[in-house]
């Protein structure tokens, strides 16, 4: 079981900031890759917006992760939630961001799945959108919004099939989170997980 | 940490021993191990997972799409000695019903 949350000021900025982020997450965010308004850490979340790119590094799932699993009890380990928090930055750079369908849009063909891929993240209109990342803490429910700066869906949560060559990103959030809506037009996933804390 | 992949042959047919992260951003490196494991022309494949360190929905896409490659000429694919927490993964998207799965 995790130890009680330590509070921590609301007002922090500048050093004192990334040092608390870095202490709460260990993420080091490097103001060049960090875009939009600043990150904040406070004792009921932490709020991160960074590039596709960044959005991608596994890094930032665990920091994020490790954040959510040490300051509330959680049911799920840390590395299920960042496998979570993985998939959830995958869908919004790749479907989001990028406007990319997945492998099953290519007829299964990984070559042009990949081409199509480094195309989109050439061009700086696409590659460069927003991530962001927050989580919030409300009662007994901690809640991952994850958000990209895309066009949406019109129809963002088809009903979970079998096993196929897409869709399991979703699948897998749906088996991890106690709580999965999608907002915003699609572009804003949110994931809630009971906790006692 | 990188994907990196070993063959090997024996009588049972040909082991693709998987190492690393098998996530989105090994997409590519994935792109050889089929390469590879398509132009051996193996009777049967097992892929060793016990190396793995992290699987993603990505590399379960690779998995179904090397599947689907070998079934089209008849090669069975089998997934082994899985990590437990890979194994969780496995089972929260029902991989058994396209993998046999062995321990």
């Not at chain 1, 196929?164 to 990103?169: D, H, K, L, R």
Request: proline share 7%.
């Amino acid at each position: 079981m995790n130890d009680t949350p330590t509070p921590l000021p609301n007002d922090l900025s500048g050093t004192a900031l990334e040092e608390a982020l870095a202490q709460a997450t260990g993420l080091v965010i490097d103001p060049a890759v960090a875009v939009g308004k600043p990150p904040y850490v406070r004792a009921n979340g932490v709020r991160v917006v960074l590039s596709s790119r960044r959005a991608l590094d596994p890094s930032v799932a665990l920091g994020l992760a490790r954040w959510a699993t040490t300051r509330h009890r959680l049911v799920p380990p840390t590395e299920l939630v960042a496998t979570l928090i993985r998939e959830a930055a995958v869908n919004a750079t790749v479907h989001g961001n990028l406007g990319l369908p997945g492998l099953q849009g290519f007829g299964g063909d990984l070559d042009a799945y990949l081409s199509a891929m480094d195309e989109a993240l050439a061009c700086p209109d696409r590659a460069t959108r927003p991530v962001l990342f927050a989580w919030r803490s409300g009662g007994r429910l901690l809640t991952l919004h994850v958000r990209d700066g895309g066009n949406g869906f019109a129809s963002p949560l088809p009903p979970a099939v079998g096993p196929t060559v897409s869709g399991n990103g979703l699948r897998l959030i749906r088996s991890i989170a106690d709580r999965t809506r999608h907002s915003q037009g699609g572009r804003c996933l949110s994931v809630g997980f009971r906790c006692d804390a | 940490m990188a994907l990196t992949h070993t063959l090997t042959t024996d009588a049972r047919g040909l082991t693709v021993a998987l190492t690393g992260d098998f996530t989105f951003a090994e997409n590519g490196s994935f792109r050889r191990v089929v390469e590879d494991v398509t132009a051996a022309k193996p009777n049967a494949v097992f892929v060793d997972l016990s190396g793995l360190r992290l699987l993603d929905s990505a590399g379960l896409s690779m998995l179904v799409l090397l599947r689907d490659r070998l079934m089209k000429s008849g090669t069975h694919i089998t997934l082994c000695r899985p990590p437990s927490q890979i194994e969780r993964i496995l089972e929260v998207v029902d991989f058994k019903k396209l993998f046999t799965i062995l321990p």
